[in-house]
């Protein structure tokens, strides 16, 4: 079956159409300012950043997997530790904790795809320093109780919200529940700048003096340096393009919103859904399906005008790299089962709810036939 109509799943220069003249405005702002990295702009996001959040302190990095190692360092996280995490994500929440030098611990799923907080306390060891959470494609995951269970063992919370911001459970926001909040500004993110770009949210002062020296290769002056660093600095054009589109996004999530209602509605019974427990309020980066017989769904897709993708395709045990710093707690049941399933459908700022619609209904013209 062919179609005239065409809906990719990413269209990058139509999500910054529409602030293309005031990217233009804040573009002469910074080239008259003379100040390219850590300056007025890069202030101006943290500080709007904690005002949205609720966190007491935000910093502002290079990217979010910085953000993320960074976070791991300032927890003390080394050589010979373990830190707990998820086997359904970006493999950055790995590849940084063994780049820490500790050993990743897989635990298993739960419905909403997220990290199952009942594998948790099975897997802690004398060797365990911390515990990542992902909140995969913007679901929360059961962070109150895992937060629990961190403060139970004294074990640091890293909360992975790069696909998370504005997602809140029971009206707080995800990244403000552990003891650091990581955020990705890619442009595929909800929230995404023109190149890269990260922040770290941190309840406590001491951990934001930490991190502002970390991000600046340890600098305490020009010509002092504490203790050896990388450099992450986020820049001030990129600072400034985020400002501007931080002021509309509240209207992006409530679109994303609308689409992930119609999908459910319209694939009820059909398709299933990771859970959404009750409380917790996505932000959806991307809207996840479960289906069966995936890859002829893909294909009769695509022969529809229809891009769809898989997040992730595979389980992070699975890859090569993963063979060093890395182990499962058990034989991860949960998440080795959902991983054939999940497809994620168009929900990006170009994909209007005609096109949800659209996606529907071919959707289920395949499941029917």
């Given at each position: 079956?062919?179609?005239?109509?065409?809906?990719?799943?990413?269209?990058l220069a139509?999500?910054y159409?529409p602030?293309?003249a005031?990217f233009?405005?804040d573009?002469k702002?910074?080239?008259?300012?003379g100040?390219y990295?850590?300056g007025?702009?890069?202030?101006r996001?943290?500080h709007?950043?904690?005002?949205?959040?609720g966190?007491?302190?935000a910093?502002?990095?290079?990217?979010?997997?910085?953000?993320?190692?960074?976070?791991?360092k300032?927890a003390?996280?080394?050589s010979?530790?373990?830190?707990?995490?998820?086997?359904?994500?970006y493999?950055?929440?790995?590849?940084?904790?063994a780049?820490?030098?500790?050993t990743?611990?897989?635990v298993?799923?739960?419905?909403s795809l997220n990290?199952?907080?009942?594998?948790?306390?099975?897997?802690?060891?004398?060797?365990?320093?911390a515990?990542?959470?992902v909140h995969?494609a913007?679901?929360?995951?059961?962070?109150?109780?895992i937060?629990?269970?961190?403060?139970k063992?004294?074990?640091?919370l890293?909360?992975?919200?790069?696909q998370?911001?504005?997602?809140?459970l029971?009206?707080?926001l995800?990244?403000?529940?552990?003891?650091f909040?990581?955020l990705?500004?890619?442009?595929l993110?909800?929230?995404g700048?023109?190149?890269d770009?990260?922040?770290?949210?941190?309840?406590?002062?001491e951990?934001?003096?930490?991190m502002?020296?970390?991000?600046?290769?340890?600098?305490?002056?020009r010509?002092e340096c504490?203790?050896?660093?990388?450099?992450s600095?986020?820049?001030?054009?990129?600072?400034a393009?985020l400002?501007?589109q931080?002021k509309?996004?509240?209207?992006e999530?409530?679109?994303?919103?609308?689409l992930?209602?119609i999908?459910?509605?319209k694939?009820?019974g059909?398709?299933?859904?990771?859970?959404?427990?009750?409380?917790?309020d996505?932000?959806?980066?991307w809207?996840?399906?479960?289906?069966?017989?995936?890859?002829?769904?893909?294909?009769?897709?695509e022969r529809?005008?229809?891009?769809v993708k898989v997040?992730?395709?595979k389980?992070?045990?699975?890859?090569?790299?993963?063979?060093?710093n890395?182990r499962?707690q058990?034989?991860?049941p949960?998440?080795?089962?959902m991983?054939?399933?999940i497809?994620?459908?168009?929900?990006?700022?170009?994909?209007t709810?005609?096109?949800?619609?659209h996606?529907?209904?071919?959707?289920?013209?395949?499941?029917?036939?």
């Open positions: 079956m062919t179609t005239s109509r065409t809906i990719s799943f990413v269209d139509a999500k159409a602030y293309s005031q233009q405005e573009l702002r910074v080239l008259a300012s100040n990295i850590l007025g702009e890069v202030a996001l943290e709007s950043i904690k005002e949205y959040s966190s007491p302190c910093v502002a990095v290079a990217n979010g997997t910085d953000a993320l190692l960074l976070s791991l300032a003390g996280v080394k010979g530790d373990e830190v707990i995490t998820t086997p359904m994500s493999l950055a929440t790995t590849s940084t904790i780049l820490s030098g500790a990743a611990v897989f298993d799923v739960d419905a990290m199952d907080p009942e594998c948790i306390e099975e897997a802690i060891t004398e060797k365990t320093k515990i990542s959470v995969l913007g679901i929360p995951a059961q962070i109150e109780r937060a629990e269970i961190a403060d063992y004294r074990l640091a890293i909360e992975d919200c790069a998370s911001l504005g997602a809140t029971n009206g707080r995800t990244g403000t529940f552990g003891r909040g990581t990705s500004f890619h442009p993110k909800n929230l700048t023109l190149g770009g990260g922040m770290i949210l941190m309840r406590e002062q951990d934001s003096d930490w502002m020296q970390a991000r600046n290769h340890g600098h305490r002056g010509d504490d203790f050896w660093s990388i450099n600095r986020l820049d001030e054009l990129h600072a393009f400002s501007t931080l509309g996004y509240d209207g999530l409530k679109r994303r919103k609308r992930a209602q999908y459910r509605e694939l009820r059909i398709v299933e859904f990771p859970e959404v427990a009750p409380g917790s996505p932000s959806y980066n809207i996840m399906i479960l289906v069966e017989r995936r890859e002829e769904l893909i294909s009769y897709l529809s005008g229809i891009e997040h992730y395709p389980l992070i045990p699975e890859m090569k790299a993963a063979k060093e890395c499962s058990n034989d991860l949960n998440a080795k089962k991983v054939k399933k497809l994620s459908v168009p929900t990006s700022e170009h994909i709810e005609a096109d949800a619609h996606v529907c209904q071919r959707v289920s013209e395949f499941f029917r036939k």
